[in-house]
Every structure is written in C-alpha cells, then in structure tokens.
C-alpha cells in the first residue's frame, strides 16, 4: 500500500485532518476517509457531475482533484450547503419543484447551481442550461431542475 | 370524459417524504453503505466477445498482498438443467448462473469471469490483472440477422428454437418464434388502396441510471445472508440470489437501500451473488461496486432490433391490415423483449386483421433487461413511421388518421384480449387542439412530426401495513423502492382513505423480513398496485377505527360513520370524534392498530400516449435540435402529478436521447468502443427545451382512484415522432437509430 | 361454456379453428378437455402439470398468474399467450 499523506483543509468551513494515499480522488476522500456520501460517483471520469464539490469557490468534479492537491484550500460538499435547521434556497426549490425523481445526482445539481447563482445571480434559462450541462439527470429530462434553478434565483 | 371525483389529497403536490434526505446528501444509497471490517470487491472481465474458457489460475491474484479471497464460477452451486422458478418467469439456471459468472463460455466482452475481495478498492482492482484466465477465442455473432443466418456460429449448443410449447430439433440462435393473428391479413391488404412496406433497425441503448450496480453481502455464523444493494425490487434479488446460490429464502434478508435510476435495469442482478459468494469465503462483509464502464458492458442494456412493418389503408384513412416481422437482439441468453414490443406494436389501432411475429434471437451482446415499455419504443418507431407515411400519401392529418382508427374500449388487441377503457383517443384530441400542433410550423428544415404509443402496464403483489400514532399520524411500511416519488404517491392515497394531511404518513421502505411479499417497482406498477395495497390497509385501520368509536360511545359500529377525517354517530346519539382525537384514545379502546392490505389486482389499465415535437435539421452538420415537445398521456388519475409530469418529461427525454444519439458502438471483435458518459452521449439539459406534459385523465376502472401506471408509455411515442419531424424538415424518412449526425448526412447524400 | 381463443401457432392442432367453445370451471378442465377434443394440446400448453414457462394464461382480457387451478367463469374468454419471455418476466415477478 502506498505511503498515506496527512492532508489539512477546510470542509463545509471546518478545519479537517485526514490521511490518504496520492492516488485516491477527493471523491474517494470525502466518501471513504470523512464519511461524507453526498458526493456520488456516476463515471468517475468527470462527466456525469454527480460528484460536483465547489474548491475554492469553483466548481469540479470531485473524482478529478486528488486528495492531497486540497492541502490548505477550500472544500464546500452538499452536507455543508443546509443550515442546521433551514435549508437552502436551491433546496427548497428543488423540493418544490419536484426536480429530483432517484436524487442521486441531486446533490451534484445542487452544488453546480449554487456555483452558478453565487457567481451569475440572475442567469436566463440559456445561461442555467449552459452552466448544468455537465450534470446529468437521468430521471427528470431536466426541465423541472431548470424550473427549480431559475425559481431559487428569483428567491434569494 | 373526466369522471374525476373531487379529493383532498389526491391531486395535491405536497413536497415529498424523502425530500430532504435527498437534497441535504444525507439519503443512503447502496455504494453509501459502510460497515466495520469491510472488504471491497471487484470483477475481472471477459475482454472477448467470444470464447471458451480454458482454464482460470487464480493464484498470483490470491498472493498479492491485500486480498482476502477470490472466486469463480467454481464457487457456485452446479446449476445442472434445471429450471429456476422466478414466479411468473421460469428461467434456465444455468443461464442464469453463467451470466454471473462464466463457467465454460464467455458470451460478451465484460462478461464476469472471477472476483476479488480485498482490504480496499485499487487492490482489488490490481488482484484482477493478476488473474491468469486462458481463452479459445471463438467468432462473434453481433447482428441479429446474421445470428438467424443458418451457418452462424451458435452461441448455445443447448438451445432450440421455441414455438408456443413445440420445441426445434437443431441448435439455434433463435430462442423462441412467438405470433399473434387476429381476422385475414392477406384479405385486408387486398382492400386497401395504399399498402406501406418500410424496414427499420435500432441500436443498442442503455437505461444510463446515473448510480452504477452496488451490492454488500454479510454471511453471520448462523448462515443469515445479508444484502445491502440498490435494487428496484428486494424481494426478487432474494428469489434470484436464493435461485443462483441454491440456498433457501428465508436465511436471505435483502435490505434496499435508496436507488439511484433503475429505468428496468436494476431488476436482474449481478454483482449481488458475487459478494455473496466473497463475504462467504473471506467471513467478512464485502461490497462490490461497478464502475461505468462495467455497467455498460456488463450489464443489461436493451437490444437492437430489426423490424419490418407493413400496413394498408383505404383512400378514406381506415387501416385494413397491419403485418410486422420483430427480430430483437436477446443479447448472451434468451429473453429479449420482443414479447412485449409484439404486444404494443398495433396497440394504438383498431385493425381487424393483424399478423406479427417475433423472434428472440441470442447475440454476443450483454444479455438484455428491460428498459422502460421494454420493446415497445423499437416496435413503434416502426408502426408509427409508416402510419405517418400512410397519412401523408392519403394526404391526411396524422392525427386525423389516428384518431380515425383509434383503439377503445371493446376493441380486440392483435395478441387477443379486448381493451378495457382506454384514453388513446383523449391523448389524440388533446394533442390536437394543443396550441404546440396548431402553431405555425413552416420555416426552412424545420420539421413537426407526431407519434402516439402503447404501454400495458402491470398490476402484480404489493402489500402494506399500517401503523396508527397516537398523534393521529400513521407509519406506512411498504416494500416497494422509490425511484421517482412513490413514497409520496403512495402516501397520498392511504391519506385520502383516512381524511389526513400526506404530511401525516410516515412511509418506510423495508427490507424483505420486514414487509409482505411485493414485487418490483417496474412495469408502471407501484403507484398502481402498492398504491392500492396502501388503500387496502387505509381501508382497514378505518374499520377498525369505527370499531373504537362504537366502543367509546356505546354504539353498533354499523351505526358510525367516517367522512372527512370525522368519525360520527348515527340513528340516536350525536357523537363525534375526528381521527385525530380518536388516535390519542386507542389505548383505552383496545390498544394499538395495525391495519394491512395486499394485493395482486389485474386491472392495470393500459396507458397512451401521444407526441408532438418541432425539429431543425442542420444541413451542413446533420445535427438534429428539438426545438419543442408536447407529450400528451392518460394517467387515469394523477395522484401527485408534478411526479406524473417527471415521469412524462423523463421518459420523452430518454426517448430523445435513443432517437438522436445513443447505440452501443462496436468494433469487428465485438467490442463496445463506446463504454463511458463521454463516447454514450445522453442528452444533457443545453440539448433540450422545456418538455410539456399534458396529463389527461380517464380514470382506470381496475383502481379506486382510476390510477393507471405511468412510468414506460412515455419513451414509446419520441423515435417515431422525431423520425417524422425529420421527414417533415428534409423530407427523408430515416429508418434506422439512432438519427445521429452522420446517418443523417449519410441519408442526404452529404457523406 | 368458456371460450377459448386458439393462438395461431396452435391452430394446427385444431384444423385452423380460432376459437373453441369448452366446458370446465378451471383452467385445468378446459385443457383438459380441449385435449380430448383436440389430442396434444395439453402436451403444448402443460408440463408436469402446470402451464409451460413460455406461455401466459389471460382470462377476460387480465393476465393471470398462470395456474391450472385458476376457476373461470361459465362464460369466459380465454387466451393462451407467449409469455413476456426471459429478462421481462423478471419484470414481472
């Protein structure tokens, strides 16, 4: 087994200490090392989205960063999104959009919107869709997540 | 039309009981689940299309440092010839047990050939490249046509084509011939004045569920077999597994844990018997995972098709006879659904003389699942593209033509039985005075076409039990997996029984020691029929109820009544109590209630539905754009029908996908070249417009709420639709699928 | 007397007649004598028994689980089906 490195960085705005080896992703991190499952794997070779994490401020798949290239950054997953008792405005919009069906890749949706609207708060529907297309949904044939998407913009 | 009673909650959009599990990331899923001590599998796959297997040496991977345990098909019980007995579906066990893992012939690249349990991941995966397995490569058979070609390599030396109970003499790749005939073909194409012949044939596609097949399997000493797995129904894993590993049902507990998409392809199982077979050699719990490109070539996907389609009209538009010759690819092992598409093909129609016939044939290919309508969506690309045609030549509007010929109730389906009420004729006229089809539509290689589309759907067992609170909220326990809001469907119904907010059910999904039998979530089924096993048990703790509330006034409980979340006296006392107030007094009026109902109901109910899309076709590129779709469906009734509008847009849009871009490329050795979300290129939002669901209810006599399934008739109707959309921008009929770019440039003479 | 619709891949067994008028208050009376009438269609439609893996039993237009000891109706339609074979099957069970 390779030799595990100890990793320091800030999660969902914590500092955390973990240990892995070079070659785990920060997906494998997050989910097997901190226990945080919200982060899917669909691909693991970043197309599908359902992994998405926000690291420093921008958006990526979080099966193509490495664990230890997150030494002293930024970390925000979907377990940090929610405050303990009120959800977010994404959230809540989904919900009330009824935009998940399976909710597996809902969290990686969740994460890509709230890059989108942190940086673009007022996005058309062309700017929405542009910005998600690297998200797939299976289930929902995306309108009711655009609906949800554009409904949480004109909330927050 | 609508006979639709006035509901409380029924119709309503409440927000769902699983929601906020789902959008916080705290739902398990089954790749989520974790244990102490917990080993990771993984599967070594055939790289050959076809082969024999020479032998399997195991033991460079066993010394590797890490690994706890391999396996084999050597580690399962001999099948032997016997006929494994999956309720409805008697399958050969050997099949069965093969498509786990190989023991003489691999039948597909990727096909399981052993399997490594080791202390994390990347080791295991190692330990597979560590397997020596030597084969005697063998020619691959990848096209149906050429597998039905009598000097074809034969697959399967045991299998002889199948007839309706008659058996073949010779090994053949054909493992069955079905047909259904209804009236005088042959008399019903001298009648019509035009008769359209076409030829078709569809790609392989994949459901694309977004979470790759997952599975944790623990043996205890006592030989109690636990599995944590995604999966669209628990209790058929336990049958398959139980079946697979010859060990008995009730050592077996399959715990379901949330599923990400399943779309049919999370029926069968995999890698389930794998970790059990590992947990049971190594002592320890061990989870499987596929990756993507495991779930493309090692699992189910549904198969290509070759179809001929040929059907006659008078000049006033009456079809007089339809014949269709349904060749579907059963990929490795028999049973493609060509049943199915056999059944659908016509089902749109009233046509008196019908002939179809159907062949499943076995390929080098994954062996398929069901996907969605399994058959239907090839079948109708067919039937719906010559119907257009036939309208075109008569020069009739194509939902004029429909509607002229339009199944209902009465009418007799060309496999036989009649139609109970159906709303195809309501889809047709509510697509026709929608505002998409009268808008106007005339812009060069722009194209509009439509296409309608038959689902039987399917009723089969569901039980649910009920649990009165003492806070007048109810704990509903269900065995069916939610997928897509079934909790909430289900919920929504016992609520409306009982006169109570949705919000005031509690539903579980529990595993399979802890819920009576209930068959999968597929076939449309679970809004449907565990939708009426929770009316059942609702319908229960009523009565029960009513019994209490005669106890505590002193009354024949014949002289209670219950309407609108009240309890109330009649004939002498004035008494009243809502079941609220009634759930805080169940300890002093005989204690705790448990209500139940189960279910196996055959009045599913057929669905239809009809499509209309807008398309541009780039002339340079080929590129095909939606740029607007309309999907008109019979629901029968809505229970929360933001869910039936996901349903509807879901489906269209995988129909998209299948009629635009999506088939399983291969190469001459019978590789699959496109194994990953990159090279398989499902749409993605910034290729769609918004989707337009029409929900159209003709409520289902065969449910209290005239509930019809609505899952699968959405990805029946898009192919076609679109191919006649395509037809209508460029005036080329496209007859094979996908309609990607190059076989549009290619059908334009541009390549 | 139920009325039992013939397949088509059956009616050479009964001289290309579509459907049979026969007595029997079950599904194992009506084969049984639409055997006597009509000598090895039960050898068809049953093995050991019970209806063949392959063949599905609808009555009045509902798809039954298939048992022989399904009671029918004096006046029901019977149809004997391909049964939705193999990877479907599982669908439905």
């Known amino acids: 087994m390779a030799r595990r490195s100890h990793v320091q960085t800030t999660l969902n705005g914590e500092t955390v200490e973990f240990l892995c080896e070079p070659r785990q992703s920060l997906l494998e991190v997050l989910r097997d090392e901190l226990h945080l499952t919200g982060a899917k794997e669909g691909c693991n070779?970043?197309?599908?989205?359902?992994?998405?994490?926000?690291?420093?401020?921008?958006?990526?798949?979080?099966?193509?960063?490495?664990?230890?290239?997150?030494?002293?950054?930024?970390?925000?997953?979907?377990?940090?999104?929610?405050?303990?008792?009120?959800?977010?405005?994404?959230?809540?919009?989904?919900?009330?959009?009824a935009a998940l069906q399976c909710g597996i890749c809902t969290p990686g949706f969740i994460m890509s919107a709230k890059a989108l609207l942190d940086e673009n708060p007022n996005p058309t529907e062309h700017e929405v869709r542009y910005w998600l297309a690297g998200n797939l949904c299976r289930c929902t044939g995306y309108d009711k997540i655009v609906r949800a998407v554009l409904d949480a913009a004109a909330a927050e | 039309m609508l006979e639709n009673k006035e509901y409380k909650v029924i119709g309503t959009r409440p927000i769902r009981h699983d929601g906020v599990d789902k959008v916080t990331g705290r739902a398990l899923y089954g790749a989520d689940f974790q244990a102490a001590g917990l080993l990771h599998g993984r599967v070594l796959r055939s790289p050959h299309a076809h082969a024999h297997i020479i032998s399997i040496d195991t033991s460079r991977a066993e010394a590797l440092p890490g690994v706890k345990g391999v396996v084999t098909a050597k580690d399962l019980p001999n099948p032997g010839d016997k006929i494994a007995d999956l309720g409805e579906g008697a399958v050969n066990l050997k099949h069965l047990c093969d498509n786990i893992l190989a023991s003489d012939?691999?039948?597909?690249?990727?096909?399981?050939?052993a399997a490594v349990a080791a202390t994390n991941p990347h080791i295991a995966e190692e330990a597979c490249t560590l397997i020596d397995v030597?084969?005697?490569?063998?020619?691959?058979?990848?096209?149906?046509?050429?597998?039905?070609?009598?000097?074809?390599?034969?697959?399967?030396?045991?299998?002889?084509?199948?007839?309706?109970?008659?058996?073949?003499?010779?090994?053949?790749?054909?493992?069955?011939?079905?047909?259904?005939?209804?009236?005088?073909?042959?008399k019903g194409f001298a009648e019509a004045d035009v008769i359209i012949e076409r030829e078709f044939v569809t790609g392989t596609v994949h459901q694309g569920y977004i979470e790759p097949h997952n599975a944790t399997a623990h043996y205890n000493a006592d030989g109690q077999l636990t599995i944590w797995c995604s999966t669209q129904g628990a209790f058929t894993v336990r049958e398959q597994v139980a079946e697979i590993l010859q060990y008995p049902i009730s050592k077996i507990k399959v715990v379901p844990m949330e599923i990400g998409g399943g779309f049919g392809g999370k029926i069968s199982v995999y890698i389930k018997p794998v970790a059990a077979l590992l947990a049971k050699k190594t002592g320890k719990p061990v989870k499987v995972l596929m990756n993507r490109a495991d779930v493309f070539e090692g699992t189910g996907p549904t198969p290509a098709s070759y179809i001929r389609v040929k059907m006659g009209a008078t000049k006033a538009g009456k079809l007089t006879a339809a014949q269709a010759y349904l060749a579907f690819e059963a990929g490795a092992y028999p049973g493609s659904p060509v049943g199915p598409g056999a059944m659908c093909i016509f089902a749109p129609y009233n046509i008196e003389n019908v002939i179809i016939d159907g062949y499943d044939v076995v390929v080098n290919k994954p062996k398929t699942a069901p996907y969605r309508a399994p058959g239907a969506p090839n079948a109708a690309f067919g039937s719906e593209t010559v119907v257009d045609e036939i309208a075109e030549k008569l020069g009739i509007d194509p939902l004029e033509i429909r509607l002229l010929n339009?199944?209902?109730?009465?009418?007799?389906r060309a496999d036989g039985p009649v139609h109970p009420r159906i709303g195809c004729i309501e889809t047709v006229e509510a697509a026709k005075a929608h505002p998409h089809y009268t808008a106007p539509n005339g812009k060069k290689h722009h194209g509009r076409g439509v296409a309608s589309g038959y689902w039987f759907n399917i009723g089969l067992e569901s039980s649910v039990t009920i649990n009165v609170n003492s806070d007048g909220t109810i704990n509903l326990i269900e065995g069916s997996t939610d997928i897509g809001g079934t909790r909430a469907s289900i919920a929504m119904q016992a609520a409306e029984v009982l006169g109570i907010p949705a919000e005031s059910v509690n539903p579980s999904v529990v595993d399979t020691n802890s819920v009576g039998y209930t068959a999968v979530t597929g076939g449309s089924r679970t809004t449907y029929a565990t939708g009426y096993a929770a009316y059942e048990a609702a319908q229960d703790v009523k009565q029960q109820m009513i019994a209490r509330a005669a106890k505590l006034w002193e009354v024949d409980a014949a002289n209670v009544q219950f309407a609108d979340g009240e309890f109330s006296s009649i004939?002498?006392?004035?008494?009243?109590?809502?079941?609220?107030?009634?759930?805080?007094?169940?300890?002093?009026?005989?204690?705790?209630?448990?209500?139940?109902?189960?279910?196996?109901?055959?009045?599913?109910?057929?669905?239809?539905?009809?499509?209309?899309?807008?398309?541009?076709?780039?002339?340079?590129?080929?590129?095909?754009?939606?740029?607007?779709?309309?999907?008109?469906?019979?629901?029968?009734?809505?229970?929360?029908?933001?869910?039936?509008?996901?349903?509807?847009?879901?489906?269209?849009?995988?129909?998209?996908?299948?009629a635009l871009n999506e088939e399983y490329i291969y190469n001459a050795e019978g590789e699959m070249t496109n194994a990953s979300f990159l090279d398989y290129r499902m749409p993605t939002c910034l290729d769609l417009p918004m989707i337009d669901a029409v929900i159209v209810e003709v409520p289902n006599p065969g449910h209290p709420y005239g509930v019809r399934g609505v899952g699968e008739v959405p990805i029946v109707p898009p192919m076609?639709?679109?191919?006649?959309?395509?037809?209508?921008?460029?005036?080329?009929?496209?007859?094979?699928?996908?309609m990607s770019p190059d076989r549009l440039l290619k059908a334009m003479g541009k390549i | 007397m139920p009325i039992v619709a013939i397949p088509s891949l059956l009616r050479n067994l009964t001289n290309g007649k579509e459907s049979i008028?026969?007595?029997?208050?079950?599904?194992?009376?009506?084969?049984?004598?639409?055997?006597?009438?009509?000598?090895?269609?039960?050898?068809?439609?049953?093995?050991?028994?019970?209806?063949?893996?392959?063949?599905?039993?609808?009555?009045?237009?509902?798809?039954?689980?298939?048992?022989?000891?399904?009671?029918?109706?004096?006046?029901?339609?019977?149809?004997?089906?391909?049964?939705?074979?193999?990877?479907?099957?599982?669908?439905?069970?």
């Open chain 1, 45 to 97: 070779n970043g197309n599908c989205g359902a992994c998405s994490v926000i690291l420093d401020g921008r958006l990526v798949n979080s099966c193509l960063v490495l664990g230890v290239e997150t030494e002293g950054k930024s970390v925000e997953t979907i377990e940090g999104v929610a405050d303990p008792d009120k959800l977010h405005p994404i959230q809540d919009a989904f919900l009330e959009n």
């Open chain 2, 134 to 186: 030597e084969y005697e490569v063998l020619p691959p058979v990848l096209e149906v046509r050429q597998a039905m070609e009598s000097d074809a390599p034969i697959l399967h030396d045991t299998i002889r084509t199948t007839s309706l109970g008659e058996t073949g003499d010779e090994p053949s790749n054909v493992a069955s011939h079905i047909q259904h005939k209804l009236g005088d073909p042959e």
């Open chain 2, 720 to 738: 076609a639709a679109i191919a006649n959309a395509i037809y209508d921008a460029i005036g080329i009929r496209m007859t094979e699928l996908p």
């Open chain 2, 406 to 412: 339009a199944a209902k109730e009465g009418d007799r």
């Open chain 3, 21 to 93: 008028t026969v007595p029997g208050a079950t599904i194992r009376e009506v084969i049984d004598n639409l055997e006597s009438r009509y000598p090895g269609m039960k050898a068809r439609l049953c093995e050991n028994d019970r209806i063949k893996p392959g063949i599905a039993v609808y009555v009045n237009g509902l798809l039954t689980r298939g048992s022989i000891l399904e009671r029918v109706d004096a006046d029901a339609e019977i149809h004997f089906l391909p049964a939705i074979g193999g990877g479907i099957s599982e669908t439905f069970h």
């Open chain 2, 571 to 658: 004939n002498g006392k004035e008494e009243q109590i809502s079941f609220r107030d009634l759930c805080a007094r169940l300890g002093e009026t005989g204690g705790p209630i448990v209500g139940s109902g189960t279910v196996n109901p055959g009045g599913a109910g057929g669905a239809y539905a009809t499509h209309v899309v807008d398309v541009v076709v780039d002339e340079e590129t080929g590129k095909v754009d939606i740029l607007r779709y309309t999907a008109v469906q019979d629901a029968g009734k809505a229970i929360h029908p933001s869910y039936v509008e996901g349903q509807i847009q879901g489906g269209a849009v995988q129909g998209i996908g299948w």
């Open chain 2, 105 to 113: 012939k691999v039948l597909y690249k990727g096909h399981a050939v």
